[in-house]
């Protein structure tokens, strides 16, 4: 590791994360509050680019996009504290069905990119 | 001075991309972002629940909400590293592991937050609940 390297990791990261609150903001409200589809959105999205960018990418930009971009702009953080909610309100169907689609869908779709860019 | 959220947002997950990275390369593989989800799942459900029980959303509350919570915590915990992760568990031979791993994030990484919004109501911050 180069402190040029984690850096670059770092602002890649914040770009990331800022993103996701434009894609998350971007879900009108009133879908929002039914379910955070905002960030399953992310999560989703950043899951297949990411296999992508594993077949792709190079070692270095593979770190600064995998890890810094991709890694800051999906979350599990919040997708965990959302899914924790839904049960606790006792919305179980959001929650736990959620939880496992958004899971079972990242998993394929991260799979997918891979294979079509290998 | 107010910053516009993504820029708040954008410095924090600055922040706790690098300190992922740095863990990450000190504990690699995927029980390190195992570590780095649960933890951070944890530390969100405290603090947006504390954050909660001290006010409305709004002025220092939200900025730090935005900062830390979206920015930091978003940053610090990773889906797609974790979605990949159990891509290579399950296309090296082992879907055992991969599903065990896929499985245990998920059930426990809500199991945590779960725990933070417990914890966040009973300490919210310095904040006499009475």
Request: a positive charge; proline letters at 4%; hydrophobic letters at 50%.
């Amino acid at each position: 590791m180069t402190l040029l390297l984690a850096l670059a990791v770092g602002i890649a990261g914040g770009v990331g994360a800022a993103l996701r609150y434009l894609v998350d903001n971007a879900v009108p409200p009133r879908i929002r509050a039914r379910y955070p589809w905002g960030i399953a959105i992310v999560n989703l999205s950043g899951s297949f680019v990411l296999g992508a960018v594993t077949a792709a990418a190079p070692g270095v930009w593979l770190t600064i996009i995998g890890v810094g971009l991709l890694g800051g702009y999906t979350t599990f953080s919040t997708a965990a504290v959302d899914a924790a909610r839904l049960i606790m309100e006792r919305r179980f169907t959001a929650g736990v069905a959620g939880t496992f689609a958004t899971l079972v869908g990242c998993v394929a779709l991260a799979g997918v990119g891979y294979a079509i860019f290998a | 001075m107010r910053l516009h959220p993504a820029i708040l947002i954008g410095l924090g997950g600055a922040i706790g991309t690098t300190v992922r990275y740095l863990l990450s390369l000190a504990v690699p593989g995927v029980a390190g972002i195992f570590a780095i989800n649960l933890s951070g799942a944890l530390i969100l459900g405290w603090l947006l629940t504390a954050l909660k029980m001290r006010g409305p959303d709004e002025g220092r509350r939200s900025t730090v909400r935005l900062f830390v919570g979206t920015g930091v915590l978003g940053g610090y915990t990773t889906y797609s590293t974790f979605a990949f992760g159990t891509v290579g568990l399950l296309g090296d031979g082992e879907p055992a592991l991969g599903i065990a791993y896929g499985v245990a994030t998920v059930v426990l990484g809500t199991g945590c937050a779960a725990l933070g919004i417990l914890l966040g109501r009973r300490f919210p911050m310095g904040v006499d609940p009475e």
